[in-house]
Structures are given as C-alpha cells and as structure tokens.
C-alpha cells in the first residue's frame, strides 16, 4: 500500500458516456418530453434550457437578453410549471445514462439561498445565521465514480420554520420525521424507488457530516442500495474500546495514500498525504433511539500526520453499508466520498 497515489480529477469522461457540447440538441432530448399540460410550456423550457446550457454559471439576467429574461419569468410564474414536472423528463434521461454504469454515486447536498436583500418577497423562512431569511434546497446528484456529473435524480425545497424552545435533550429525542436530518432518510428511499430503473446499477447514496443519522443506517433498503457518510459522532461500538474512532484506531495502518484537496475560499489547492485504516464495526443505538437494532458498517479513517503549518489536518471517518475488506476497497471508498467535491461545482 506505501506509495500508493489517489488523485481525483475533476474534469473527465468514463467509459460509454461522452461529454455533449451540442446544447440545442441537448435540451430537446432533456426536456421535450416534459409534461406541463400546455405543449407551448414544453418548448419555451427547452429553448430557456439551451439557452441557460450555453452559460450556466451566470445568473439569468446575465444569460438571457431582455426578451428572454421577461420570457423565463412568464415561464417559472406559470401555476402548471412545477419542479416536479420541468425534473421528470430530465431524471428520466439521467436513468438512461446510469444504467450505462455498474455504479453510480449519488450525492446529497443541502444548500442556503439566503434572500435577506428581498424586502418585499412573502414566504420565506430562518436562515442558519441571525435575522438573515432564504429557503433551502436538498438535491441528489447522480455521478460516475470517475466524478462525471449524469444529471440531478431529485430536489426538494422548503422553508425553516422560527426557532422552538427547548432543550437540547428534548431535540434529540424527538422523531427523526420531525427533523430536518430526516432529509437524508427520505432521499435514500427516494434512491430505492428509482432502483428498479437501472436495475443492473449498483448507486450508492453519499452524504457528509450532517447524514450522520442512525436511522439513515437502520433504513430499509433493496439490493443494489447502499450508503457512504462521513461519521459525526463518535459512536458507541460493540467492541474492546467501546466507541467508533478508538475501535478503528486500535488497528494497524494499512497505507497510505495521496489526495488532491481543491482550492475553496481561502484554502489552496493541495496534496495531502494520508494514513489509512478500515475496519468493520458494529455500532450500537444512541440512548434516545434504544429501539433500533445494532448496525454493522464498514469504516474507512484516513488522518493526514504532517500537514502544512498552521492547516488543519484533514481527517474523515467514513461509515458505509459497502463491504470494505482489503486496501482497494477501503481507497474506493475514500475516491467515491472525494466525488462530493462535485456537487458544490455543479449546482
């Protein structure tokens, strides 16, 4: 394993797909077959698709011209123009490229529209930070384990309601459907759903910190479903040392190997260099969740012994439902977590 290099690339092509730079007919095969009710709404969505496909990292004042814009706004204002109904022909599609693949990632990501500037805009709801008001948006993103994008697989977009009262225990014991964090359960079973669509298709659902939810694990789920997160908690474990990171770290070092951190914000692109474990672990329920069953995971720890000075070590604890049992899976595992780093290009 010493020596071994992981370099994810972010710009690539796998096996069978090819990358489309013909966007008009690109839109029509996404989008004709929409269902809006109105064949007119049909065509203005693939003709503002192609539009927007030609510059995709603009806002739609910079992308379209006047005409247009006013044309698009028409459009998104129209009550028969829903998510559901502009994404189906486009999920449909995206099924077709999947089952093209053996596997296929499927990441989740939430994200903050913060619109606090809108004064006059009704219906929004509480930010993360202070008096600040937006909504969120939870998608699922289907991607290549090379990092090639295959198209969104669903979204869901919603409203945070004003901060309750209550103590910390009282929030924790309270029902995962009551959460924000059930999410992450309900895009894994809306990645079953699809499951009998690609049929030959292995997907995995990936997830970071914050999917760190027990019932996630627990969740029922058809063969050829599984899961990666990046564990939180340091879980009580069936095991001689009792909790999650102590029963990983009590085994030997299997490698190591390298990994390409992205530049983002303030943070320059780097090359860390890291020691990797795995190990199977069984976890045991946190106490406000007695009922549940033990879950036996495969963990993947990977920690980086000399970073840069003044850079925080990199360090993940991944958790999955995949069988992990030699140092080639256990690096599959870490290149498939890395590929999250997609999503935060793509949306």
């Known amino acids: 394993m010493s020596g071994v290099n992981f370099r994810p690339s972010y710009l690539c092509c796998c096996s ?142 919603w409203t945070r309601a004003e901060a309750t009262k209550g103590s910390a225990a009282q929030r924790k014991s309270r029902p995962v459907h009551e959460k924000e964090s059930a999410k992450w359960i309900e895009g894994l079973a809306h990645l079953s759903a699809l499951k009998s669509r690609c049929a030959q298709t292995q997907l995995v659902g990936i997830g970071d910190r914050e999917s760190d939810v027990y019932e996630l694990f627990a969740a029922e789920r ?33 490698g190591y190997t390298e990994l390409l951190i992205p530049a983002r914000g303030a943070r320059t692109l780097r090359t860390a260099r890291l020691t990797l474990r795995y190990a199977p672990v069984r976890l045991q329920p946190p106490q406000t969740r007695a009922g549940l069953p033990e879950q036996n995971v495969f963990a993947v720890h990977v920690i980086e012994d000399e970073p840069p000075a003044g850079i925080e070590p990199l360090e993940w604890m991944l958790l999955s439902s995949v069988p992990t049992h030699s140092p080639e899976q256990a690096l599959e595992r870490l290149q498939w977590y890395a590929r999250r780093w997609t999503i935060g290009v793509s949306r």
Request: proline share 6%; charged share 20%; net charge negative.
């Open 16 to 157: 069978g797909l090819a990358i489309r730079d013909d966007t008009a007919d690109w839109a029509s095969e996404e989008f004709a077959e929409a269902s809006l009710g109105d064949a007119r709404l049909s065509q203005r969505l693939v003709a503002l698709a192609r539009q927007l496909a030609i510059s995709p990292h603009t806002s739609l004042p910079q992308a379209l011209s006047p005409a247009e814009l006013k044309a698009a706004y028409r459009f998104f204002d129209n009550d028969q123009v829903d998510t559901n109904g502009v994404l189906a022909p486009h999920i449909a599609q995206t099924l077709h490229r999947m089952e093209q693949l053996p596997v296929v990632l499927a990441i989740q990501d939430t994200t903050e529209f913060n619109l606090t500037h809108l004064h006059a805009t009704e219906g929004l709801g509480r930010c993360t930070g202070g008096n600040e008001r937006g909504f969120l948006m939870h998608s699922l993103l289907a991607v290549s384990p090379e990092g090639l994008p295959l198209g969104v697989l669903g979204m869901k977009t």
């Open 222 to 254: 058809p063969d050829g479903v599984d899961w990666l997160v990046r564990a939180a908690w340091n879980r009580c474990a069936r095991h001689p040392q009792r909790y999650l990171w102590q029963a990983v770290l009590d085994t030997p070092a299997a």
